[in-house]
């Protein structure tokens, strides 16, 4: 069994395991060809920002430092001074999800660690 299979709980929503458990953070759900993407602060009533996973690798990329800002097809990111951090989208209905400097470090930290990175069968065809 993966660490992502063991983490995942039956609802699909997921976050980092850098993440209190009692604290928000950034969400994630993958869903075949899309990756859902929310702020467990809203408890499911928030913006959810779906994503093509095809586009899923370059924006964790982003995410980890190792692209350029800005240089992601799906979401925009804009680093806040504090270190929080909020997510945009760049086609369709504007929406805007929002993190603290901790809720963003858990998430940041989880991506470098591979807990982000989409599942063997849920990874998009080369």
């Known amino acids: 069994m993966s660490a992502q299979e063991t983490r995942m709980p039956s609802t699909g929503w997921f976050k980092s395991t850098y993440s209190n458990p009692s604290q928000s953070c950034v969400e994630v759900n993958f869903d075949g060809d899309l990756v859902h993407v929310r702020d ?8 959810v920002l779906t994503i093509p996973a095809r586009h899923w690798a370059a ?12 240089s ?16 945009h989208t760049r086609r369709g209905a ?9 809720e963003w470090s858990a998430f940041v930290a ?4 591979g ?12």
């Open 72 to 87: 992601n097809p799906a979401l925009r990111i804009v680093r806040a001074q504090d270190g929080g951090a909020s997510l």
């Open 40 to 47: 467990s602060k809203n408890r499911g009533e928030g913006p």
């Open 94 to 102: 504007a929406r805007t999800l929002s993190y603290t400097p901790s």
């Open 110 to 113: 989880g991506v470098h660690a």
């Open 115 to 126: 807990e982000f990175d989409l599942p063997p069968a849920d990874a998009p065809a080369a």
């Open 59 to 70: 924006f964790l990329d982003e995410v980890a430092g190792r692209a350029e800002d800005e």
